[in-house]
């Protein structure tokens, strides 16, 4: 049977003041409540209570996970450096990879997602049709040097992921592990008492569905996305994210390359390519000979850029706005990996980042790419402030003035498609005999970040408020006074305790009642039992966290109530 948690023997120190550099309330809750402590910019260490909530969150993803015949695996995060370059994200990466070298100076990576390694697993242990599908998963530490680690567990340098891979023989097969993820995701939202908001991460004007991001609405996200408050409508404005999929089948022009050492702007491209520079271009659309050949995506990142430099043929190349999209859902294809991201972001509005907007693939000549990067490039700052949709604009369902809203990233699914199944060549044998290449899905949470997202949306003037499922316990006891106090106290708490009431009691002697209630009201424990005044009669009372709502009980009544 689990134990009682007494507050005398609990690693935890509470602080009164806010840590200096905390910009987040989760930030400077989860520190001054000791649920963490900070090791490192962006590198968190988690305390008991930190943990306990962190487990909480895990166990509800591994029991929806494993609920939809997803299977637990755990890779390694110390990864060599062969299969990403084969994917080419060991470049594409850029400075957000941490790279290193092993005794004998051999390249290895600190895995920031695992697409390219579970496609090895995969092509290893599943040579039929009759093994797949086949879902994985595997709740682990990613490691990206993120450019500006400054909220807290919300953006660490390390964290926990829960990411899964989905491998299928048919894209209808793809469609149905995806949706699978995407009810399993609903389900754990939901139980971790998440406020969200699923968003399209295609523009709503390109329609599919292929890629979608859960969204925790919180002004301390660093997403922005547009809510309809009349229909349903949602939709993620990363749109100054710009990721450049060709369109199968269209002609190749001759291969040219800006070859200059700055980051040329919008500007420079747009006289490279002679085009007027639109100051509000809010799509980038790629026409040669009067046929598309590329289309900047919202919300897609991580493609290969040397494509799009095949494709280019600068003369007849013309850039368009996000109404050429409308009706060409088409246009979309062709996208990858969901986890390139930060390192291919285009900006395309000079308003917003004057000297970032181009971007340009390496061609035969080995001329290489130049990337605009946040953080990098620009301030992450600006980059957030920029949104393609604006506040007011018409809902593209019902026409009601959109309202913009911040938002937590805490959920991404993907449709891959066939990209590392191509890069490793995994085929299965059908079922006529002949190889097929495999169709992929990948499905992340940010088990860590879902902490600090928790923190944000919950948490009051008092302190943190965690919903009943993922809290350190589910009764906070305080003894408010001396001997006979703790006493009541410590016998409630066994009692609950073998009802299977998780408790957490603040049985530390030679602290005052007011600073127990301070504590209790900071750690955020959903339901306070106090004994104080009356415990010689037996009476206790039992305070709501959330409402503050008091009332006093015989103890056997307070029991009742709890179990
Ligand atoms: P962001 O846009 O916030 O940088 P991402 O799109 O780069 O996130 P994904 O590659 O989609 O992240 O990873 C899957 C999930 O992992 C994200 O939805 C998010 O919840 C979580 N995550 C990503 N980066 C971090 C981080 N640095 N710290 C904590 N959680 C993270
Ligand atoms: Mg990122
Ligand atoms: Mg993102
Ligand atoms: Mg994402």
């Not at 969204?215 to 309809?228: I, K, M, R, V, Y």
């Not at 520079?277 to 026409?287: D, E, G, M, P, Y």
């Not at 609950?496 to 009691?505: K, M, Q, S």
Request: glycine residues 10%; aromatic residues 6%; charged residues 25%.
């Amino acid at each position: 049977m689990a134990q009682v948690q007494r507050m005398s023997r609990l690693m935890v120190k509470t602080l009164r003041d806010d840590p200096a550099d905390a910009e987040t309330i989760s930030h400077k809750l989860l520190v001054r409540a000791g649920y963490v402590r900070r090791t490192a910019a962006g590198i968190w260490s988690w305390l008991p209570l930190g943990k306990k909530v962190l487990d909480n969150i895990s166990h509800i993803v591994r029991e929806e996970m494993d609920a939809i015949g997803a299977q637990e695996v755990l890779l390694p995060a110390l990864l060599p450096k062969e299969p990403y370059e084969a994917s080419g994200r060991w470049e594409e990466y850029g400075d957000l990879l941490f790279r290193l070298k092993d005794r004998k100076g051999a390249d290895y990576l600190l895995g920031p997602t695992h697409e390219e390694i579970f496609t090895q697993v995969v092509k290893d242990q599943c040579t039929s049709y009759k093994d797949l599908p086949v879902m994985l998963y595997q709740i682990q530490t990613k490691y990206r040097d993120e450019a500006r680690p400054r909220s807290g567990v919300l953006r660490g340098r390390e964290f926990q992921m829960k990411d899964s891979y989905s491998f299928d023989t048919t894209d209808e097969g793809l469609e149905e592990s995806y949706q699978l993820h995407r009810a399993a995701y609903q389900k754990i939202f939901a139980r971790l008492g998440l406020d969200y908001r699923i968003v399209s991460a295609v523009s709503g004007a390109m329609g599919g569905s292929a890629s979608e991001e859960f969204l925790a609405p919180a002004p301390a996200g660093e997403d922005t996305f547009a809510d309809c408050p009349n229909c349903s409508y949602a939709a993620n404005t990363e749109a100054v994210t710009f990721a450049l999929a060709p369109v199968e089948g269209a002609e190749h022009g001759p291969v040219e390359v800006l070859d200059t050492p700055d980051t040329p702007t919008i500007e420079t491209l747009a006289a490279h390519l002679g085009v007027p520079a639109s100051a509000t271009l809010k799509n980038l659309l790629v026409k040669v000979d009067g046929e598309i050949v590329a289309v900047g995506v919202p919300g897609h990142r991580d493609v290969d850029l040397g494509k799009l430099g095949e494709h280019l043929a600068p003369a007849e190349v013309e850039l368009v706005t996000a109404e050429d999209f409308e009706g060409r859902p088409d246009l979309v294809r062709g996208y990858v990996g969901p986890q390139g991201l930060d390192k291919v972001r285009y900006i395309a509005d000079p308003r917003v980042a004057p000297g970032t907007a181009w971007v340009t693939g390496a061609n035969e000549d080995g001329k290489h790419a130049r990337n605009v990067v946040a953080g990098r490039d620009f301030e992450v700052d600006d980059y957030l402030d920029v949104v393609v949709v604006e506040e007011g604009d018409p809902c593209p369902n019902c026409g009601n003035g959109l309202k913009l809203d911040r938002a937590i990233e805490i959920g991404h699914i993907f449709q891959l498609g066939r990209k590392y199944a191509d890069t490793f060549q995994l085929d299965v044998l059908g079922q006529q005999g002949k190889p097929v290449r495999v169709t992929m899905g990948s499905y992340g949470i940010g088990v860590s970040r879902a902490v600090a997202a928790l923190a944000e949306q919950t948490a009051d003037g008092q302190g943190l408020c965690w919903p009943a499922e993922v809290a350190p316990a589910d009764v906070h006891v305080v003894a408010a006074g001396k001997a006979l106090q703790t006493e009541l106290a410590l016998e409630v708490s066994e009692k609950l305790n073998a009802a299977g009431v998780r408790v957490l009691v603040d049985d530390r002697a030679g602290v005052s009642p007011g600073v127990k209630f301070t504590d209790a009201e900071l750690i955020g424990v959903p339901k306070i039992l106090v004994a104080g005044r009356r415990s010689a009669d037996g009476i206790v009372e039992l305070k709501d966290r959330r409402t503050g709502e008091r009332e006093e009980l015989p103890v056997a009544e307070a029991v009742a109530r709890l179990t």
